[in-house]
């Protein structure tokens, strides 16, 4: 903004100019356990969950000051993470000390330390923008120093943080309803789940039919397809090669492991426990051929193409070498394509089913499983309802191996999930039920983002309008900030004269402040 467009005695400066001092933390050495056995809070940026905190997960020591790189910060002091989570800001409301990932920011006489706690929130994704590193990502101080501030008088500051604080607090209560709202629905979407798969929500069809073919009837017939289909294969192969089978080939059919029933409650009437294993006529790992927007192979579906069960054709990559893959290879109805790794437990065993033929040739990421069960059944609805229930996250969460901060579900531990199976007419009635329910339930969550999308461009909006002058109105009584300005020069002036006691420099030290000219 050009000083002439500036709103009355505002003015053009940077952060620089309104800072007397940044002051830095360290870590002081856990091989001294007397260190970490204060009542002094410690701060660091996993403690920057709200705007003005109490307290932090860890305390220090007096020693721990005196003998480490961090220091002792007052209360009310503005915080600001320089180090991995860039931009984010708080204004502890008592003395703290904190680690090197955070600057603690000093102003000049007559800066309002909650404006500046606001205005950096508001232009956090700034700060972020000018953060640099390969694998943490930092802003250097003078990057901050030289971060533009429209600055208004000291009167209007406090003004603008009291309306501020007036809306803003009326849009929090609103996102924290929006939010809560959002959990209920979710403990709902996992109610219906868990009555779906557990026999609840059929418990009145059950009195009045009788399935032809119960649970375990299906399960015999799936087994026995599954086998059928083997033999098949086998025989194709022996065919393709010229070859007579060899004496008691059917022999070599690979058996599929049967479910662990132990602890496992008791079913309903006509239903069965099956593995996993025992219901799929094939499964496999997807390709590791590396993919791109712009390739123009065959498309890899990812992780963000399995989303609530449904798989979403949007956000594709494609090949980047021909995958030589047989039709049978690709994703097809009767298919569900699962999450296997992911640096996110509540990712893993994600799952989507395919239920209808897919636009061309779809084949999916090393990342992801596919379970193919018998086309012809509700089979792979039903799995996929089973892995998205609270039973299914359950037993996926306990069995999912962790390894340098990835969890990780195996295809073989995947099939010995156990199942429990009802006829295939009362799975069909139990789909129908829970997809009408769920899809009201989708229908909510859709609102309720677009109702948070709509509140975050609203504080958006109210904060634009504070820092630019347009949230209240001038008051020509108030003291211009170019006075302002002007005495924290002054300020800095003087405290560059007096001598300073310096601590001895250690590990993680904030670099000196230098007064911008």
Not at 139 to 163: D, F, N, S, W
Not at 336 to 364: M, Q
Not at 478 to 490: F, M
Request: include cysteine; charge should be positive.
């Amino acid at each position: 903004m050009r000083e002439i467009d500036l709103p009355q005695g505002w003015v053009t400066t940077t952060v620089g100019h309104v800072l007397l001092n940044v002051v830095g933390g360290g870590t002081p050495s856990r091989n001294v356990p007397a260190y970490f056995n204060g009542d002094i809070p410690w701060f660091t940026v996993k403690d920057m969950k709200s705007l003005r905190p109490r307290d932090a997960q860890e305390h220090i020591s007096a020693a721990a000051i005196a003998e480490s790189a961090t220091n002792l910060i007052p209360a009310n002091t503005l915080i600001v993470a320089t180090r991995i989570a860039l931009g984010r800001a708080m204004r502890p409301l008592v003395p703290c000390a904190i680690n090197q990932d955070l600057k603690a920011l000093f102003f000049g006489d007559g800066i309002n330390s909650d404006y500046m706690l606001l205005w950096v929130g508001a232009n956090e994704r700034k700060i972020q923008d000018l953060g640099s590193g390969t694998t943490v990502s930092g802003i250097r101080l003078e990057a901050l120093h030289g971060l533009p501030l429209l600055l208004p008088p000291a009167a209007e500051q406090t003004r603008i943080v009291g309306k501020l604080e007036e809306l803003l607090s009326d849009l929090d209560a609103g996102v924290a309803e929006l939010k809560a709202a959002q959990r209920k629905l979710a403990q709902y979407r996992q109610s219906l789940l868990k009555a779906g798969v557990e026999g609840a929500l059929t418990a009145g069809w059950r009195t009045r039919r009788t399935p032809a073919e119960s649970g375990a009837q299906l399960l015999e017939r799936i087994l026995t397809e599954r086998r059928a289909r083997w033999q098949a294969r086998q025989q194709a192969k022996f065919a393709e090669q010229g070859k007579t089978p060899p004496k008691d080939w059917q022999a070599k059919y690979p058996e599929p492991v049967a479910p662990d029933t132990t602890g496992l409650p008791e079913l309903p009437l006509g239903w069965v426990w099956a593995s996993l294993d025992q219901l799929a006529l094939d499964s496999s790992y997807g390709t590791s051929v590396k993919c791109s927007y712009e390739s123009q192979g065959a498309s890899v579906l990812r992780i963000p193409n399995v989303i609530a069960r449904k798989l979403v054709l949007d956000d594709l990559k494609f090949a980047s070498q021909p995958l030589n893959l047989e039709k049978s290879e690709y994703l097809a109805p009767g298919d569900i394509l699962i999450v296997r790794t992911n640096g996110s437990i509540s990712l893993v065993g994600r799952a989507a089913e395919v239920t209808d033929p897919l636009p061309g040739g779809f084949y999916f990421a090393s990342y992801l499983l596919r379970v193919r069960c018998l086309e012809t059944s509700v089979v792979h609805r039903w799995v996929s309802a089973l892995l998205a229930s609270s039973q299914g996250r359950s037993w996926i969460e306990s069995r999912a191996a962790s390894s340098a901060g990835q969890h990780n579900l195996s295809l073989s531990t995947l099939l010995t999930i156990p199942v429990p199976l009802p006829p295939a007419t009362e799975q069909a009635e139990a789909l129908n039920a829970l997809e009408a329910a769920l899809l009201s339930v989708s229908e909510q969550e859709r609102f309720l983002d677009k109702s948070l999308q709509q509140s975050t461009a609203q504080r958006k909006n109210i904060l634009q309008a504070a820092f630019c002058g347009q949230l209240v109105p001038q008051d020509p009584a108030d003291e211009p900030a170019s006075a302002l300005l002007a005495r924290i020069r002054a300020e800095r002036a003087a405290q560059g004269k007096a001598p300073k006691a310096r601590k001895p420099r250690a590990a993680h030290d904030a670099p000196d402040f230098k007064a911008p000219a």
